[in-house]
């Protein structure tokens, strides 16, 4: 139930006998609840409204798409997927890079100073 372990809901019980006490508790419950299935109602018939209002095209019309992690992963992420998924799975041979090798530096003499580059300051 909304992510929550039997550890949290029991804390949130203890809080809410701290705060409400034991003969507030559950009618605040009953509150919270009844609001809740208020809520869910509330948005049940707006996505209906929406979907009866932009007509039989959209009749599959879902409000989460709108989201854009969603619409993202439907519309652009499902293809490439699905093209690797269908891809036969090849070795891939081992490429080997070239050895770095920087330029050698020359060392600086005692009390001698390090090139300047009045450019780069």
Same mark, same amino acid.
């Given at each position: 139930m909304f &992510? /929550? &372990?039997w550890a949290e809901i029991g804390a949130l019980v203890v809080i809410g006998l701290l705060v409400f006490g034991p003969d507030k508790l559950p009618q605040?419950?009953?509150q919270a609840g009844q609001t809740l299935r208020n809520l869910?109602?509330?948005a049940t018939n707006a996505r209906d409204d929406l979907r009866? &209002? /932009?007509g039989p095209e959209f009749s599959n019309f879902d409000p989460a798409d709108l989201n854009p992690k969603n619409f993202v992963r439907k519309h652009l992420l499902d293809d490439i997927e699905d093209n690797w998924n269908d891809r036969p799975q090849q070795? /891939?041979?081992p490429v080997a890079a070239a050895p770095y090798a920087p330029e050698p530096l020359e060392e600086l &003499? @005692?009390?001698? /100073?390090p090139p @300047?580059?009045?450019e780069a300051t």
């Amino acid at each position: 139930m909304f &992510g /929550l &372990g039997w550890a949290e809901i029991g804390a949130l019980v203890v809080i809410g006998l701290l705060v409400f006490g034991p003969d507030k508790l559950p009618q605040v419950a009953s509150q919270a609840g009844q609001t809740l299935r208020n809520l869910r109602r509330m948005a049940t018939n707006a996505r209906d409204d929406l979907r009866s &209002g /932009l007509g039989p095209e959209f009749s599959n019309f879902d409000p989460a798409d709108l989201n854009p992690k969603n619409f993202v992963r439907k519309h652009l992420l499902d293809d490439i997927e699905d093209n690797w998924n269908d891809r036969p799975q090849q070795e /891939l041979e081992p490429v080997a890079a070239a050895p770095y090798a920087p330029e050698p530096l020359e060392e600086l &003499g @005692y009390g001698e /100073l390090p090139p @300047y580059d009045s450019e780069a300051t």
